[in-house]
């Protein structure tokens, strides 16, 4: 938001802050600027989900009412989880220009596909009109949080609903990730470990519903990276419409979204040039077949650790760490091909990442570059920089968006992406691409065993 003219983030400005002066959100820009905005981010792919450019775009249009440019410097406040910040930049550039016509449709089929959630294209996505889980509630419905003891506070506003949970504002530690697993003994070309790893989409999980219906997905336009498809908020929302018999919100704050809320499942690996190696992960369903099938040379150990609750449906969960893996024992990151079929190869220096993909018919080439762009970056943070502290029993101590370690826009390098033409069936494309640039950078860094490989905490 723009308060009295200035940028503001509004998820964590007061409401006491703002007495009595000029707010104005991104509904309040005048209309030719609005359109401009949105036509500027569609067209160059600067928003996916859309959950959080409305913010974007108000910063934006106060840099640009400022004569300024340094759009990295403008969105240290942000973060943008799917867009891996490089359009956005794009976006700024375009801004006011004429743009090439585009089949929405058809870029809708290609975020549907890289997002594996339906999920739609527009101008109006980047100006919050995704239809978010939370959007179409009633006005007058319940609230209900998490009540920090494994029920639910339910009140008639949300600011009563957490006073009902007694909710602590969350924080981030001081304390490094740890690695809750050690590496099996063995004469290994290369080792490998890896900690608990936030999905860290934007839209906490939220879900609504009247009693005897259907709750609102909290997949909304986006799907999470796969962080949402167990969500606990549909059928929460469900059972309490029902028992309170009136409609009903449930949100999870973010600190409850990290503390209940999967994470990427850790591992402890060694391999040898030629393929064969050892995987120790923590026991999640799925991972173990996704190893074996992508590497078949790995043996496989469960292991049973303290830890937050893990899901094999993130992101390429198993198969990418078995491709790093058996490509840094071979020390060259090579092509990967994706469950899906798609091919990936990137390389990764000081000029920035270089990516060439083939999933298929593209169907719409700017859609697919931006998610290639955005799955190189959450490659690129997940060997350099992402992890979570816990303590001893698992607990998870980082809490808030910014402790995850996130590249920010002003450490992402430019990304050239090469998208191979093909009139085959569209795949997934951008799984294959996060699996092929999180193998160059790791190589590329000289194979160091623990990832993050840069353990300076956050501040």
């Known amino acids: 938001m723009l308060v009295d003219g200035a940028p503001r983030v509004a998820c964590v400005t007061p409401a006491r802050r703002v007495a009595g002066r000029a707010v104005t959100t991104v509904d309040g820009l005048p209309a030719d600027e609005r359109t401009a905005w949105g036509e500027a981010f569609c067209a160059t792919g600067a928003s996916q989900c859309g959950f959080c450019t409305p913010g974007i775009v108000l910063r934006l249009a106060a840099l640009r009412a400022k004569g300024s440019a340094d759009v990295d410097g403008a969105l240290l406040a942000h973060l943008c989880r799917c867009t891996g910040w490089r359009t956005i930049g794009e976006a700024f550039a375009a801004y006011g220009l004429e743009h090439p016509p585009r089949d929405l449709d058809a870029a809708s089929r290609r975020a549907t596909i890289e997002g594996r959630v339906p999920q739609r294209v527009g101008p109006d996505v980047p100006l919050g009109g995704g239809g978010f889980a939370d959007d179409s509630a009633p006005v007058d419905a319940l609230v209900a949080v998490p009540d920090g003891g494994g029920g639910w506070a339910v009140g008639e506003t949300l600011t009563e609903a957490r006073a009902l949970a007694g909710k602590v504002q969350g924080r981030r530690t001081t304390a490094y990730p740890r690695h809750p697993l050690e590496v099996p003994p063995g004469d290994w070309a290369v080792t490998l470990r890896t900690t608990w790893v936030e999905p860290a989409y934007l839209e906490p999980d939220a879900s609504w519903c009247a009693p005897g219906g259907e709750p609102a997905t909290p997949l909304a336009n986006g799907g999470a990276f796969g962080g949402k498809v167990g969500s606990m ?25 990290v503390r209940q809320g999967p994470k990427r499942p850790p591992v402890a690996a060694g391999a040898a040039v030629d393929g064969t190696g050892v995987v120790r992960v923590v026991r999640t369903a799925g991972v173990v077949d996704a190893i074996r099938t992508h590497a078949p040379g790995l043996v496989v150990e469960e292991v049973d650790v303290p830890g937050p609750s893990t899901s094999g449906a993130l992101r390429a969960a198993g198969w990418a760490e078995a491709h790093v893996l058996v490509a840094g024992a071979r020390g060259a990151a090579g092509p990967v ?17 270089r990516v060439r993909v083939s999933c298929g018919d593209p169907l719409d080439e700017v859609c697919l570059r931006s998610y290639c762009i955005g799955a190189a970056h959450m490659a690129l943070s997940w060997v350099t920089s992402e992890g979570i502290a816990t303590d001893e029993d698992g607990e998870p101590h980082d809490l808030t968006i910014r402790s995850f370690g996130i590249l920010r826009a002003r450490e992402m390098p430019p990304v050239e992406v090469e998208i191979e033409p093909s009139s085959g069936e569209p795949v997934n494309g951008s799984d294959a691409v996060f699996a092929a640039v999180a193998a160059a950078a790791w190589i590329g860094e000289g194979c160091a065993q623990d990832w993050p490989t840069r353990t300076t905490r956050r501040t």
Not at 241 to 252: C, F, I, S, T
């Open 233 to 257: 908020a549909p059928a929460v929302a469900r059972r309490l419409a029902d028992e309170h018999g009136r409609p009903v919100r449930v949100l999870l704050p973010r600190e409850d979204v």
């Open 337 to 353: 091909r994706s469950p899906s079929g798609a091919v990936a190869e990137a390389e990764v220096g000081e000029a920035g990442v």
